[in-house]
């Protein structure tokens, strides 16, 4: 008997040698989003398999649209991150290269394990997202999901504009589903994704947490502002990157000016990311005359009104929303936040073409509707989305921001323009649109 015991002894040691060893790692992107990842190693056959919380994609999907999804090959695997490939070695340091799945997507991967750091990255359509990690001793959870998600709730019954939400159907099955799921989530991609697949029947969006980012550093962009001349006389501005501060706006100013261009055209086709200060900015600087656009409303001047407020009273009860300190991030607290217009001592005389879209949406479709209705610029394109529901991020914790729909817009009249759209002066669509106003400049 003792003989036997030792020989299986034996064989479970080889076993474990030559087969299969299992390791976990906390591994961060460039953004700060954290994945729990268990690392299977099969030293037979120099392959490894890595995977996020096993099953979780099902958990979320439920195990009937999983299984259909799979079978119409859209989705692969039950992990939200599942990479496998091939492994090597060389001296101390274990190196992996595969394939990194992630919902229906795959990526290139490679990854290289030297004592207890991860360096490894993936690449999305020739960018490279660099991967770096520490292991840890378990699948514990990297962060209390949890309790995040239960602050993230709280939040919403007190911040998010529209009370009916949280009493929609809708609204009570997605609570339901994220209470059950909420103590399994185990790391960043996890969160992510619960809120992403369980939020899309929400009828508002977005819900969603993410890292924090520090309210008074706009995200760092390449090329700080989106502006070049098309052709002699005639530039373009970019929505995505208008300027954020009146700084950014008087050095455009000074090169639309040295240009002498006479026709300006502000691209907001699939916009939804302009800031209401840089729309206020910008249409300093393109209006003849000052004016009062609208209000921003929240959820607090609701709770404490029953009437939109008048123009006429817009300074006694709001600041205005280019004032410095909005740059907090923090509208939310206050009742609400007003458009006003000053022209810029130098401003832009020529003629003004604004693009829309569909897509065109919050801030982006706000600043249509002023330059359509105050005949600061010809509206060209598709009429757009109705969603004029602004965003902003609450903080949740030291690390967590809550995303969500806290404020909306409405005109001097004390009308909303949410599920309206704006339509254009001159419908057009594709290669149409530029070929239009080429040919009426």
């Not at 090597?88 to 340091?93: E, I, L, R, V």
């Not at 399994?184 to 697949?197: C, G, P, Q, V």
């Not at 924090?212 to 989106?226: E, H, Q, T, Y």
């Amino acid at each position: 008997m003792v003989s036997c015991r030792f020989l299986f002894f034996i064989v479970l040691f080889f076993q474990s040698y030559n087969g299969s060893s299992q390791t976990f790692w906390k591994v961060e992107n460039e953004h700060g989003d954290e994945i729990l990842l268990t690392i299977e190693l099969n030293k037979s056959k120099n392959t490894f398999e890595a995977f996020s919380r096993k099953d979780a994609l099902k958990d979320l999907a439920g195990t009937f649209t999983y299984s259909l999804a799979k079978a119409a090959g859209k989705l692969k695997y039950p992990e939200i991150v599942f990479i496998d490939g091939k492994t090597s070695t060389k001296n101390d340091t274990l190196f992996l290269s595969g394939n990194f799945n992630y919902f229906d997507k795959q990526f290139l991967f490679s990854a290289s394990l030297t004592d207890n750091r991860f360096d490894g990255e993936y690449v999305e359509r020739g960018r490279v997202h660099p991967l770096t990690g520490i292991k840890v001793p378990d699948q514990k959870p990297i962060k209390d999901y949890s309790s995040m998600v239960s602050s993230a709730f709280s939040i919403a019954e007190r911040s998010l504009i529209n009370v009916v939400w949280l009493r929609s159907d809708e609204w009570l099955e997605f609570k339901k589903k994220l209470n059950e799921l909420k103590v399994k989530i185990s790391d960043d991609y996890e969160l992510a994704a619960t809120y992403f697949w369980l939020g899309k029947k929400l009828p508002f969006s977005p819900f969603e947490i993410s890292k924090s980012r520090p309210f008074n550093k706009p995200a760092r962009r390449k090329n700080r502002v989106g502006f070049r001349e098309i052709k002699p006389n005639t530039a373009l501005l970019e929505g995505n990157s208008l300027p954020q501060n009146q700084k950014e706006m008087d050095s455009i100013a000074g090169i639309v000016d040295k240009m002498g261009c006479r026709n300006l055209i502000i691209d907001l086709r699939g916009n939804s990311r302009v800031n209401p200060i840089a729309a206020n900015i910008l249409v300093n600087y393109l209006s003849d005359r000052p004016f009062d656009a609208g209000v921003y409303l929240t959820r607090k001047w609701y709770e404490g009104n029953a009437d939109i407020s008048k123009v006429t009273d817009y300074p006694k009860l709001f600041k205005r929303i280019i004032e410095p300190d909005n740059s907090s991030g923090e509208v939310y607290k206050e009742c609400g936040r007003y458009m006003t217009i000053v022209p810029a001592a130098k401003r832009f005389q020529g003629k003004v073409f604004v693009l829309i879209n569909s897509k065109t949406s919050r801030v982006s479709e706000i600043l249509a509707f002023v330059m359509k209705n105050r005949k600061i610029g010809n509206l060209v394109g598709q009429k757009s989305a109705g969603q004029t529901y602004q965003t902003e991020n609450i903080r949740i914790n030291t690390e967590y921001d809550l995303i969500l729909p806290d404020c909306d817009f409405y005109t001097v009249e004390g009308k909303s323009l949410n599920g309206i759209g704006i339509e254009p002066d001159i419908e057009k669509s594709g290669d149409e649109i530029m070929k239009y106003i080429l040919s009426v400049i």
